[in-house]
């Protein structure tokens, strides 16, 4: 064959090959186009997803904005208590009567000869309804706590607004019944013919005690005696509405019993664990153990206590809180307190120190301080830690404001974030006293701060703001800091008079602008010269507080404006920044208020590309 017929045949070959695999494409088609639809599925659930961020960073914009104003509080003395909730929390409790009003409204406003008893029914149902979710919201531990991601005290205050609406609408049931037998002349007879009536009447006698009781005003006067008295009261209620209501309503009741139990069970199991010393493989007690914890309590200046308990087996984060139960102070008292300190990772035993700052007010805190002049010893119990916090680390620029013993929530963070500090740059810290010597305490872990914030190259602004000369009678300042008795004018709007000690050749000139500040004061000379030692950085192109390099601590006489304090610090970061205070209502009101208005004034997530603000507050007395 020639080479010309060769040539022929191959390249009819090919065109058959070719032939074949264009008619084969038909069995791999399906999948393969497919494989492009799913491509490009993913590509528009990307972009979707990526809008969906978007609008998310909005919303959460908007919301946080709806959420952090005080819109109307009152500041006189013994009016605080009628302050509204900030408007987050307005806004849910409304959204919450909006629901039940429309419970109680649809299909039941007809004026009939059933128009008493239809409404009296359609109102017992709402009323029992609700038992559940009280008594759910009510424990230190709580499911609704888990799922919300939140700790028991942000929802304690969702707890007592359903139970003021139950309130409502248990004398919405009893009213319209009553009404229809006074017209009907029928009340005598009801209350003969039917026990469950007199019941019904001794429960709604139980629940606006209740009510009454836990008002601000009453609740502080002795809180012991109320938190003894409201667990009574709430048995009763349970009991009374067992009898009360039919049995194809009363799983309503069993709910009810089954949260409050489980909540206590399970914290007597954690008080177990975190104080009976147990044997890891075999869990029997260890001989020579002794129960609970061994504590020191030591009386500080301005009516603190420092009560220090050793060998905790459990670690905590930074501003987590714990219940504190001492038999000998109080059988049956367990009060929550923050842990002043931070859990140290150089133990080999993994036991810990708890070191609790108390201020001296009433009951058992003036127990403490008594037992603690002259200093003592006690067996401790605790449980926790309690509080789902945020991660401090993650924000660029953090905001910390305290007043009084508050800084025992503020410290700490800024200790755990100089030690971890992530994504921060920039802290400043702002520290409100009555006088120098209530700070004296943190000055020894302020001077660590300040020298772990230079080796980490974290910029790091202290001020101490003392509200009241040393020696001086001003005894209401503090309380009405913590009691939110001070109005905005008079308290954290009008300006310092800011006092610098600078590292200075003179000495003469730095103790003279101390004197300014505390006097009257005797300080030891190593005292002056850690406070000298505690530096405060500066960012880079930012104003020096400072006119030497190097500054100590700042000291201002009186209150700072607390609207400059923290615009500062989010005006210069470039990324999100976090407000943290921990305070009386007065001090947390003017704070929200004013992130709320620089959230505004900046258009976070708007467009504008301004960094949003995050506001943590932890309130006293709340």
Known sequence: MDSDSMSSLNGMSSMEGMGMDMGSDGMFRP???????????????????????????????WSREIAYPQVVRFNQPGWTCLSPPPMGRSLAILTYWTIIILFLTIGSIVHDAYYWERVGFRAAWVSVTQVPLIFLLAGKVNIASFFLGSSYIDVNWLHRWVSRTLFVTVTIHGSFFLSEWVRADFVRIELEMMPMVKYGLGLWAVLAWTTISSLIPLRRLCYEFFVLQHIVSAGVFLWLLHVHVPAYASYNVWMAVAFALSGRVYRFCILLCQNIAFRKKTFALIAGKRLG??????????????????DVGFAWKAGQHVLLWCPTLGLLESHPFTI???????????????????????????????????????????????????????????????????????LPILETVLNDPCCVRRIDCLFLVKHKSHIDGYLSRLQAAASNSRSSEISLHIMVAVTGAQGDSIRGDDAALEQGSLSISSS???????????????????SSNFDKVAAGSELENSTEKEEHNIGMRANEGHRDRCTETDSSLQYALGRPSL??????????????????????????????????????????????????IHLHVEEFGS
């Open 31 to 61: 999948v393969n186009q497919m494989l492009a639809r799913t491509y490009w599925y993913l590509v528009a659930a990307f972009f979707a997803f990526a809008f969906f961020l978007k609008v998310v960073g909005a919303i959460e914009s």
């Open 293 to 310: 914890h061994f504590a020191e309590m030591q009386a500080l200046a301005g009516e603190i206590t420092v009560l220090t308990v050793y």
């Open 340 to 410: 002043a300190n931070v859990p140290s990772h150089n133990r080999g035993n993994g036991l810990n120190k708890v070191q609790l700052i108390i201020r001296a007010r009433s009951g058992f805190t003036r127990k403490l301080l008594r037992r603690a002049t002259p200093s003592t010893t006690v067996t401790a119990f605790l449980t926790g830690p309690f509080g789902n916090l945020p991660t401090w680390n993650t924000y660029e620029t953090l905001v910390l404001i305290s007043a009084s013993t508050g800084a025992s929530f503020t």
């Open 492 to 510: 954290f709007d009008a300006p310092a008079k800011t006092l610098m000690q600078c590292h200075s050749t003179t000495s003469e000139k730095s």
């Open 563 to 612: 609207a400059d304090f923290v615009r500062e610090p989010v005006e210069a970061s470039a990324g999100e920044t976090s407000v943290i205070v921990c305070g009386g209502k007065s001090l947390t009101s003017t704070v929200r208020n004013c992130v709320a208005t620089l959230s505004d004034e900046r258009a976070v997530h708007k467009g504008t590309g301004a960094q949003g």
